[in-house]
């Protein structure tokens, strides 16, 4: 248990959620304690120290969550869709599925959509929740699902583009616009602005525009409210989720 108990830590310190929970009251202590720099740094801190290279290392020692609870099982909703994660109160993550890991010969496609992408979206809520958005934000897609959303056809779960067309990133980008933003958010880091700009050329013109004017008010947003540079953080995210692969996952203690 130690060892994934290292990898959630360093995952959520680079800290995203397909479907999640979460609520609205945030406490903005972290989980990582004063001392925690004397703490053996191992090679995971590599994923650690994504956001600490972009925003210095007090930032997420302000805004991680405190608590971070690893459920072996898959989640299910009463609708049959997967809860891969939850936040509750910008304090606590739970993450699921972690199972799945197999440390002696890592599935980087799982590793990405199962672990990395959970916690930046979910990261993604305490910011937002933290610091209000423009709510200029939720009137670009007048077509969000709710619930219906299960029904919506997904790009990254089955290659179809009905989301996509509706100029949402991906289904769970379909249910609200809270959700909307911080999918938009945890692709564009996690999969990549190459992945990103795929996706527009599958969009056609009406949802492409949709999606840009969201990004865009997006990286404004992480730009003049928290000084997060969207762009330089999907290189970081990208540059060490390359070195994943090469990292000995048996060997951490
Ligand atoms: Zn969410």
Not at 18 to 33: A, E, G, M, Q
């Amino acid at each position: 248990m130690n060892k994934i108990y290292y990898l959630v830590i360093a995952v959520a310190a680079l800290v995203s959620f397909v479907s999640c929970n979460n609520d609205t009251d945030l406490d903005h202590k972290s989980i990582f304690p004063d001392g925690v720099d004397k703490t053996t740094q191992n090679e995971f801190d590599l994923w650690v120290d994504a956001y600490n290279e972009l925003m210095g290392r007090d930032f997420l020692r302000q805004y991680s969550p405190r608590m971070i609870q690893l459920i072996g099982s898959a989640e299910y909703k009463e609708d049959s869709s997967e809860v891969l994660g939850t936040a509750e109160g910008g304090m606590k993550i739970f993450l699921n599925k972690v199972n799945l890991l197999d440390l002696k010969k890592p599935d980087m496609s799982v590793i990405r959509f199962y672990y990395i992408k959970t916690m930046y979206h979910e990261f993604g809520h305490i910011l937002q929740q933290t610091k209000n958005y423009s709510t200029d934000l939720n009137t670009i897609s007048t077509d969000y699902q709710g619930p219906s959303r299960v029904n919506v056809g997904d790009y990254e779960n089955g290659r179809d583009t009905e989301a996509l067309e509706m100029g949402f990133i991906s289904a769970y980008a379909s249910s609200e616009p809270g959700e909307d933003f911080v999918e938009i958010l945890s692709f564009y880091v996690v999969y990549g602005k190459e992945y990103w700009e795929r996706m527009l050329t599958l969009v056609g013109e009406d949802g492409a525009e949709k999606m840009l004017r969201k990004y865009a008010l997006i990286k404004n947003y992480l730009k003049t409210k928290w000084e997060i540079d969207i762009e330089k953080l999907e290189q970081i995210v990208q540059r060490r989720m390359e070195e994943v692969p090469d990292l000995e996952l048996t060997a951490l203690d």
